[in-house]
């Protein structure tokens, strides 16, 4: 017998949603953005200089930095960047969890979470929503070892507002509570300015929703210099070069093209509510999602027959398995003429 399978680090990994290659699909179930990356970044692609990639990328990404440190008025040194959110988020656990205090996260949110916490032998408890999705601010006053809030929240795309979050934050000052904010382009304010007023606050962002790029892998993070700096510590002390120069270029030709940013997100945002209406005629309940995803629940049709026959049209949302949401169905906004696709074959199946 084999005795390095001893040794083996095994864990349950982060299932991401499944990426169907077919032509004709309709793809509602990993909410990526239907419209595509700015002219400004496709005008980059077009005149890369191929030959510069025989070399190394700035290990701080400095152009990409500053572009985002422009467009939301901070210093450079208040500016992470990674290759997702993801790597930003996994950073962030390693870099400021470290005591043997459970951190704490909601029972429903992003399943990455209790993965990374896992995979780096953090503590942690899950605090369940409350019956309408909405997380309990008394659950995050008990001592932890730090919290994170996904806001929206994901899958529910439910939005706390900002007394939640200052509730939270003074109950919680000698920690580091990140708040997610993957999705906050489509509810409005950013809960940035509170970095302002709190150190240990962390904001992550992405580059995957709003502004079309999850195919590059572009995240950040912004805060105080002393948690960024404490970041890329971390991140240095494992991967130097982590940005590409062409996800650099890229991504800073995105930041930079405000319009097209504005112009997608509104129309994002009018066919998700144009959906909510729809939706709610067929009898789908939903809590009132300020995401570029709806989670929804059919009155009498179970969420996996639903999802079993759209997928036999080649339309594709999400199910989850999970206890208290395994009849909701999550479904990202596409497209007006995707989703009026999509509107059709549910009038068939309900």
Not at 169 to 185: F, G, P, T
Not at 216 to 231: F, K, S, T, V
Request: hydrophobic fraction near 40%; include cysteine; glycine fraction near 4%.
């Amino acid at each position: 017998m084999s005795s390095w399978k001893d040794n083996l680090r095994t864990i349950d990994p982060y299932v991401p949603g499944e990426q169907p290659q077919l032509s004709d699909m309709i793809k509602l179930n990993t909410n990526e953005n239907p419209y595509p990356p700015s002219p400004k970044a496709r005008d980059v692609l077009t005149n890369f200089a191929l030959d510069t990639l025989r070399l190394y990328p700035d290990p701080d990404s400095s152009l990409l930095v500053n572009a985002i440190a422009k467009r939301y008025e901070v210093g450079a040194d208040q500016v992470f960047v990674g290759v997702g959110s993801d790597d930003v988020l996994a950073i962030a656990f390693m870099t400021f969890f470290n005591s043997k205090k459970p951190i704490l996260f909601p029972d429903i949110t992003y399943s990455f979470y209790d993965v990374w916490a896992t995979l780096f032998n953090i503590p942690f408890e899950r605090p369940a929503l409350d019956d309408d999705f909405n997380l309990v601010a008394a659950d995050y006053y008990k001592e932890n070892g730090g919290v994170v809030i996904a806001n929206p929240n994901a899958p529910t795309g439910i939005v706390q507002n900002e007394s939640f979050l200052r509730d939270v934050i003074e109950h919680n000052r000698d920690v580091v509570v990140i708040i997610d904010e993957a999705y906050v382009d489509f509810c409005g304010e950013s809960a940035l300015y509170l970095t302002k007023e709190y150190d240990n606050v962390l904001i992550v962002q992405t580059f995957s929703k709003s502004r079309s790029m999850a195919g590059m892998r572009i995240g950040y993070a912004m805060g105080n210099p002393e948690l960024i700096n404490a970041m890329n510590d971390v991140r240095f002390s494992y991967n130097s070069y982590p940005m590409t120069r062409l996800s650099v270029a890229l991504g800073v030709a995105a930041i930079e093209d405000e319009d097209y940013f504005q112009a997608t997100k509104n129309q994002i945002i009018e066919t998700r509510e144009w959906t909510k209406r729809e939706l709610k005629a067929l009898g789908f309940t939903f809590g009132d999602s300020k995401t570029n995803f709806i989670f929804a629940k059919h009155s009498t049709v179970d969420a996996e027959v639903i999802f079993d026959k759209l997928r036999e049209k080649h339309i594709f949302v999400r199910h989850f398995s999970g206890e208290r949401i395994r009849n909701y169905l999550r479904i990202s906004i596409g497209t007006m003429a995707e989703m009026e696709k999509f509107i059709d074959e549910l009038k068939k199946i309900v």
